[in-house]
Structure formats: C-alpha cells, structure tokens
C-alpha cells in the first residue's frame, strides 16, 4: 500500500498518523505467512501444485521451525502435506473451509505436521480477529484525517 500525502493549499504536508504506519509495517510484513498458511485448509490445498506445497512448507519450517525438528526431513514433510492434498482428492466429504473444521478431520498420528500447521492457524484466528479490529480503526483514522483537511 502507498500514501499520497495530500498538502492542505499551503504547501505544507499532511502526513498520516505515525500510528497508522506503525500498524502497516506491523502487519505487513506478516502477511506473506497468513496466507500461506492457509493453503493447509483442504478447500485450498488441493488447489496448489507440488511447487506450492514445497513453497509452504518450507516457509512453515522457517516461520516455526520447531513443527519441523532438525530430525525431521523437509521431503517427509512435503509427502505428507501431499498424502493430505490427497486424502481431499479421493474424499467425498465436504471440503473443510476453516482451520478448526480442517483440524477436527485431521487425524493427528497419521499427519502430524500437518496437524501442528492447522493448530498454529487455530491459534492465528485470534489474532486476525485483532487485526482486522486494528484495521477498521485505521480506516476511521483515515477518514478522520482524510475529512478534517481542507483543500
């Protein structure tokens, strides 16, 4: 997202509250991991290529890398992620569409990973409950900001 200042007829700017940006760089840089994460839902899951699933994995592992131990191969991992993809595949049930419906089908012995990456995102929905708060009250800033100059 970019900013255009707006001057208010003087010349002078009117920058954005630094709080505004703060909360931008704050959950900016986070928004790569959201939503690779959610590519472990099944409804998006079997969507993804091999390449994909590789893709999130890997960023998983160095996002928490204590999901995937230094025992554990990143190849183990991917297979599994793809048995998951599959299992969806050949699944006549309804595809689950959140985390918490996706973790209640996953078996935690058969895809442990998996299992782990779908509670880190259970416990993530909290947070973007928050964000998404954050983020109204950004839009009231902005519109208070946006409205109080006058051109």
């Known amino acids: ?10 010349g002078r700017d009117n920058p954005p509250s630094t709080n505004i940006f703060k909360i931008l760089i704050r959950f900016n ?7 690779i994460i959610q590519n472990f839902i099944p409804n998006k899951l079997i969507k993804l290529s091999v390449n994909g699933i590789e893709t999130s994995t890997e960023v998983m592992s160095k996002q928490w890398p204590i999901v995937i131990s230094s025992c554990d191969n990143i190849n183990i991992v991917n297979k599994e992620v793809l048995l998951w993809k599959q299992r969806w595949i050949v699944a006549e049930d309804k595809l689950p569409c959140t985390f918490i419906d996706a973790i209640s089908c996953c078996d935690e012995l058969l895809f442990p990973k998996v299992f782990q990456f779908l509670k880190i995102g259970t416990t993530l929905s909290v947070t973007v409950v928050t964000c998404q708060r954050t983020m109204e009250l ?5 519109f208070r900001i946006v409205t109080s100059t006058k051109y």
């Open 1 to 10: 997202m970019t900013w255009q200042w707006r001057t208010n007829g003087e």
């Open 29 to 35: 840089k986070h928004r790569n991991t959201l939503s």
């Open 138 to 142: 950004f839009n009231v800033e902005t």
